[in-house]
């Protein structure tokens, strides 16, 4: 069954940097495309970013355009966000997706805050 594990979340003061991971099992993970989402308290969940199957072409939400890095690791089935100038803003929720056979999957979400 497919599987979805975060992790890397923590605290960090703003201006600071975090690298999420996401491993991934039990489907074909080279030739999906990836997402990393995120959920504050009270808010609805927002993509922040994608990947295509082949790691070619990225798009960002235009909140972190600049400050995040969206990259993937097709032998370790595994898709990472790396976060720099972190903002007290960006806390949230952080959980990868992914769409296979027309059914949506995710992780159990990974916890990041920025506080000072």
């Known amino acids: 069954q497919v599987q979805l594990a975060e992790s890397g979340g923590g605290l960090v003061q703003p201006g600071g940097s975090l690298r999420l991971s996401c491993a991934a099992s039990?489907?074909?993970?080279?030739?999906?495309?990836l997402n990393w989402y995120r959920q504050a308290p009270g808010k609805a969940r927002e993509l922040v970013a994608t990947i295509t199957s082949g790691g070619g072409n990225t798009n960002y939400a235009d909140s972190v355009k600049g400050r995040f890095t969206i990259s993937r690791d097709n032998a370790k089935n595994t898709v990472y966000l790396q976060m720099d100038s972190l903002e007290s803003e960006d806390t949230a929720m952080y959980f990868c997706?992914?769409?296979?056979?027309?059914?949506?999957?995710w992780g159990q979400g990974t916890q990041v805050t920025v506080s000072s």
């Open positions: 039990g489907f074909t993970f080279s030739i999906y495309a």
């Open positions: 997706n992914v769409w296979v056979r027309g059914q949506r999957y």
